[in-house]
């Protein structure tokens, strides 16, 4: 598989795509003045505890103040912890009451481990960790862990043991220190990881400088910027090229990579061409696609991906396509093709939560099993972690794909002016009559001798054509006269009674 990550930079904008087969995969974007906080490390302070929530709001310097459940409250060195995506999977014991755990007014040292999204506040743990290019430290706890997805027995033992012995301890890292393994650390010498160790150590000792010098509201850990995130968490050896449109960014990211990763740093180019990288690539077309509610399949069906506050819904529909043996065949076939595309748009869009697929309903169970199987495949290069369940008596796919930024949609888009989002528009007609019952009121309610009415031009040309002799009716039942004004700033659903 030939993939390629591309590197854009503006000077208040950096976007980089993931390009697999020609195909954008994952589009990823930083802006300078809403740069996610995400991975970032805050010195806060307790302003509520919400007993019955089993939570307490923290204010961390941010426009909002961050959630803290009781669950994200870090225990016990000697208990295990676990990093979300990376780490074995741990079973917690219950946590206690969060009046036990905090008291309003407390400092705390937290981690982001969710952007502020909509109205909702950043998602925060004291469960600290320090991601390089490798590893993952935990500075509270003691445990060496392996990620999930490396798979082969003797390499999660050999990397283990590796850590063990570079960190100091017979089986365990230092004391007050654990690690976990990334997937990226598979096959890598000893001697990266003593690099990725020593790394982490210093950076740990910077937190804890600042932890001690720090304001509250300061933040005392920021994550790398996007362009150094990317080749710190999307480069690995399968990765042909790393294009970058900028001389200065493709200078710091070879430096990060000479220091960090070696043997990749000579895949990182700078890109001269005089056309826009994006656009020889197709990614600025891909990304208006990505906007859009419908996702055309080759075979002639199509997906129609709605996302709610809630949950995001897949509906898959035939459409054009026919198939050339029986009805069965051809849901299978476009099922298929579907599922492969929905792990795909997952990626591409960022959508994270509950996600429900409605697959065309397969009356063969082997068809469901290998539509569900494929859907698992295609998931598999995903790097956000996700959870497909089995078909519901209903004919549903639930799935979870874990969240800790927007959806490129809502980066990218706000909610209509006109319709207020709801993504429908009263019709003309709708508004004409609503019109005539505020003029009822209107009149009913006020003295005037003639009425004004100010309204969209397509609504008001609606009235004049095809209302006109219900308006002469409605005149001589009020006995009043009413002129209509056109106005283009009015929005559709937008109308002004006025008296004269």
């Not at 494929?374 to 639930?398: I, N, Q």
Request: aromatic share 6%; net charge negative.
């Amino acid at each position: 598989m030939s993939e390629e990550i591309l590197v854009n930079v503006t000077p208040r904008e950096t976007r980089v795509a993931v390009v697999e087969n020609g195909m954008l995969q994952e589009l990823h974007l930083e802006r300078g003045w809403s740069r996610g906080v995400v991975g970032n490390i805050y010195k806060g302070r307790v302003q509520r505890v919400m007993p019955g929530m089993q939570a307490a709001f923290v204010d961390i310097g941010l426009e909002r103040a961050a959630f803290l459940h009781a669950n994200d409250i870090g225990r016990p060195a000697s208990e295990p912890a676990a990093v979300a995506g990376e780490g074995e999977d741990t079973v917690a014991p219950p946590p206690r009451p969060i009046g036990e755990l905090v008291r309003e007014g407390r400092e705390v040292v937290v981690q982001v481990v969710k952007d502020p999204i909509g109205s909702k506040g950043a998602r925060l743990t004291t469960q600290l960790s320090i991601p390089s290019r490798y590893l993952v430290l935990l500075p509270d706890s003691q445990v060496v862990g392996v990620s999930a997805r490396i798979e082969d027995e003797a390499e999660r033992a050999r990397l283990k043991g590796i850590v063990a012995a570079v960190a100091g301890g017979s089986g365990q890292a230092t004391p007050g220190h654990g690690y976990i393994v990334r997937t990226n650390a598979e096959g890598q010498p000893p001697e990266a990881l003593a690099e990725d160790i020593a790394y982490l150590q210093r950076a740990w000792q910077q937190v804890e400088r600042e932890v001690r010098e720090a304001p509250v509201g300061a933040r005392v850990y920021e994550d790398l910027s996007l362009p150094l995130r990317a080749v710190r968490d999307l480069m690995r050896r399968d990765v042909e090229k790393v294009k970058v449109d900028s001389r200065e960014t493709c200078d710091k990211l070879r430096a990060f990579a000479a220091q960090y990763m070696p043997g990749l740093a000579e895949k990182i180019e700078h890109y001269t061409g005089s056309r826009a990288i994006f656009d020889l690539y197709g990614v600025e077309d891909e990304i208006q696609r990505a906007l859009e509610k419908e996702v055309p399949l080759k075979s002639g069906g199509y997906l129609v991906i709605d996302q709610t506050e809630a949950m995001t819904t897949v509906d898959v529909n035939t459409g054009s396509f026919v198939g050339q043996r029986n009805l069965e065949e051809t849901v299978y076939r476009t099922n298929l093709e579907a599922a492969q595309s929905v792990a795909r748009q997952l990626r591409l869009r960022n959508l994270g939560g509950i996600i429900i697929i409605d697959f065309i309903d397969m009356v063969d169970p082997e068809h469901r099993r290998q539509v569900l199987r494929t859907l698992e495949k295609s998931l598999v290069r995903d790097h956000a972690k996700t959870t497909v369940y089995d078909f519901s008596p209903l004919g549903l796919v639930e799935m979870t794909r874990k969240r800790t930024v927007d959806s490129l949609q809502r980066q990218l888009s706000e909610p209509c002016h006109e319709c207020g989002g709801r993504g429908m528009l009263k019709t003309a007609e709708t508004v004409t009559y609503e019109i005539f019952r505020e003029v009822v009121r209107a009149v009913r309610q006020f003295e005037a001798a003639r009425l004004l009415v100010i309204a969209s031009p397509k609504v008001v040309a609606r009235i004049t054509d095809e209302e006109s002799a219900a308006v002469a009716e409605l005149e001589e039942f009020l006995g009043k006269s009413i002129r209509f004004q056109a106005d283009a700033q009015y929005l559709q659903e937008q109308f002004d009674v006025v008296l004269l």
